[in-house]
């Protein structure tokens, strides 16, 4: 490892490779950065501030840099983003949970490293950024969509965290990084945010922007770099399926036969059969008829709700692995097999299947960190959902999968999408009930907007201006979508909207912590 020291990014002290000191050409960060990464291509270039040399905690690096596609930094004091990011980014990328290794695009300049061969992979498009924090966030924010893997990672060193938090792009940089990064709506909507919430108008800052080059979606080859995680696997291939059904009996069936083809067989099915008809019986008798070669666990109740039957069958997990599986899946015979032998690759807990219905494109094509959960297309190692389950607040609702993948980035598993595992998605009618079930909320003439669990996902895991900017953003989205053209009219029936769906969130929220009444309470309509 070659460990680049410098004093607050303004000049290079000294390079060292293990106690000896490099000489290099350069006392400029990004230009020494640079060049380390053309002397030593097959170490890990690593950068540290000055007054943080002492606290490495060089032990711990080779669990971190496990395989040569991980960027891993911790900020210590110095982030080189504000807050203010979030008006534009709803992503969880934002809001970084410093107390565990997280994944994110956000690079310190405190601490961290990238292998020299992996850096260079960027050098052709970001040779001109001169400041190395710009560069840093420049090539994480472009890497983590071409593959590459970042993270904050407190292990980086001994150090705790420090109480106070130092900002350091000036609006110029955060503007030049947000159009370079972001589409250019991002940017007005950054100024907007600024002005109506800091009462902020950084117009120089924002005019420079729009004369930066455009780095959003630009391609980087990490294709030819090859992943062999070093870390020792002490599960077993032992894995149990979870899948909730109801009223698509022949389309489950399916699901188990393709399952019972696996070329790596699953140990458990846990089927969970759901009806509201307490007179009803289970339609999954034909089930009894075939000698599968796996335990199946079969449980028939008369509550509805995806999430409540996910909660019964992970209660019933023993596996080192869970499949979470929907009921409409068509699944080829390898399926299981590729994508616990990719996650050992990796270095992985999790991986979340391609999930395309027919003739659907291919969205996502780079294995990469993602910024929900598939719960019908997953794998993910059971000693990361212990204590997890879905909450009752989204039933019926939309927004479980994004909280389950929030709780399980909070228990320190990276979600990780694998583009090459695929899952064909039927999307069956839905089964059980003529008609959806009507929410109390639908109920009221003043429409909530957001849905109301959406909402409660904001409130649960956005910064105050993440929520802000994604009410500016839904503002925006649904004007040309309704007949209002009066745009203050239109705001103050969208403040309505919004206003009442802040309130029913409130009600899940508290009614999930048992203050006041159940507000989940829906009328089911058979």
């Not at 950024?129 to 893997?149: H, R, T, V």
């Not at 894995?239 to 067989?265: A, E």
């Not at 270095?347 to 979340?352: E, Q």
């Not at 904001?458 to 900017?469: D, H, L, N, W």
């Amino acid at each position: 490892m070659i460990v680049l020291i410098h004093q607050k990014t303004q000049q290079v002290l000294k390079v060292l490779k293990g106690i000896a000191r490099l000489e290099i050409s350069s006392a400029n960060c990004t230009e020494a950065f640079w060049e380390l990464a053309e002397k030593f291509p097959d170490e890990i270039i690593a950068w540290c501030e000055e007054k943080y040399v002492n606290d490495l905690n060089m032990e711990q690096w080779p669990q971190i840099f496990h395989h040569d596609l991980i960027m891993a930094s911790y900020s210590i004091e110095n982030v080189f983003l504000p807050d203010s990011i979030g008006y534009i980014d709803q992503l969880p990328f934002v809001n970084v949970n410093r107390k565990i290794l997280y994944g994110t695009w956000q690079m310190s300049s405190d601490v961290g490293g990238i292998k020299g061969d992996t850096l260079l992979r960027f050098k052709p498009l970001l040779k001109n950024i001169k400041d190395f924090n710009p560069l840093l966030n420049s090539i994480a924010k472009l890497g983590q969509q071409n593959g590459l893997f970042c993270y904050s990672a407190p292990h980086l060193v001994k150090k705790n965290i420090s109480p106070s938090r130092k900002y350091i792009a000036s609006d110029i940089q955060l503007f030049h990084f947000v159009n370079q990064h972001y589409k250019t709506i991002r940017t007005i909507i950054l100024l907007w945010c600024l002005f109506r919430y800091e009462r902020r108008l950084p117009i120089l800052a924002f005019i420079k922007s729009i004369f930066v080059d455009k780095l959003l979606n630009k391609h980087i080859d990490l294709r030819k770099i090859e992943v062999n995680s070093t870390k020792i696997f002490t599960r077993s291939n032992s894995l149990d399926v979870i899948i909730p059904t109801m009223g698509r009996s022949m389309h489950l069936l399916q699901v188990v036969k393709d399952l019972s083809l696996q070329s790596l067989l699953p140990k458990k099915l846990i089927i969970v059969e759901q009806n509201p008809d307490t007179g009803s019986v289970s339609e999954l008798d034909d089930l009894n008829e075939y000698n599968w070669p796996f335990e199946i666990k079969h449980f028939f109740i008369h509550k509805t709700g995806a999430c409540n039957a996910r909660n019964i069958a992970l209660q019933n997990v023993t596996s080192d692995w869970v499949f979470f599986c929907d009921d409409d899946n068509r699944i080829e015979k390898d399926i299981i097999q590729n994508a616990l032998s990719e996650i050992k690759r990796l270095g992985a807990n999790m991986v979340s299947t391609a999930y395309r219905q027919m003739n659907e494109p291919l969205v996502f094509k780079h294995i990469k960190q993602w910024g929900t959960f598939g719960a019908g297309n997953s794998i993910v190692a059971r000693s990361y959902i212990e204590g997890i389950t879905f909450s009752s607040i989204f039933e019926h609702g939309y927004g479980e999968d994004k909280d389950f993948g929030m709780q399980l980035r909070n228990a320190g598993c990276d979600i990780i999408y694998h583009p090459e595992i695929e899952i064909l998605h039927l999307k069956a009618p839905m089964g059980g009930f003529r008609q959806k079930p009507k929410l109390l909320w639908e109920m009221e003439k003043q429409v909530s907007k957001p849905s109301p669990t959406l909402m409660a996902l904001a409130i649960r895991y956005y910064t105050k201006e993440q929520i802000v900017g994604f009410k500016t953003s839904l503002y925006l989205k649904y004007y040309d979508k309704q007949s209002v053209k009066n745009p203050f009219s239109y705001i103050r029936e969208m403040n309505k909207s919004w206003h009442k769906s802040e309130k029913w969130a409130k009600k899940l929220i508290n009614s999930e912590k048992g203050i006041g009444d159940d507000f989940q309470v829906i009328t089911e309509i058979k």
